[in-house]
Structures are given as structure tokens and as C-alpha cells.
């Protein structure tokens, strides 16, 4: 399992698909200790939408208290 400093700021890369190209949408990626509770978040992040696959990038600083994290 990957480790990683407190704060440390990290950039993830999903691969994202929304169907049909030009509409405004919104992602999101946050770590917390269950699916539901966010403890840090890369907040909502807006792209438009290509039709096809695309990369869109989210960063976001690792919680500071250490300790094993949902995603």
C-alpha cells in the first residue's frame, strides 16, 4: 500500500468518460475513513466533457493526521 507524509500534496489522473462531448461536469476525489466521510478532498473540479475518454487531473493534500484512508 502506497505511504505517504502528512500534507504532502499529491496529484491523481482519472480516466474519465461523459457522454456527449461539450457538457459542463464536476469531479471529485477525497480520502477519508469510510466511502462517506471526507477528511481531505481535492474539492469539485470542473471539466467539459470530450465524448470519449480524457484525463483530468485532481490534486489533493494528504490528510495531516497519519493513518490508513478510503479513496
Do not use: C, D, W
Amino acid at each position: 500500500m502506497p505511504q505517504f507524509a502528512p500534507s504532502e500534496l499529491k496529484t491523481a489522473v482519472a480516466p474519465i468518460t461523459v457522454q456527449p462531448a461539450g457538457l459542463s461536469s464536476e469531479v471529485e476525489i477525497f480520502l477519508g475513513p469510510n466511502e462517506t466521510t471526507k477528511v481531505a478532498t481535492s474539492g469539485r473540479i470542473p471539466f467539459t466533457s470530450t465524448g470519449a475518454s480524457q484525463e483530468v487531473r485532481l490534486p489533493v493534500a494528504m490528510p495531516a493526521t497519519t493513518g490508513t484512508y478510503h479513496v
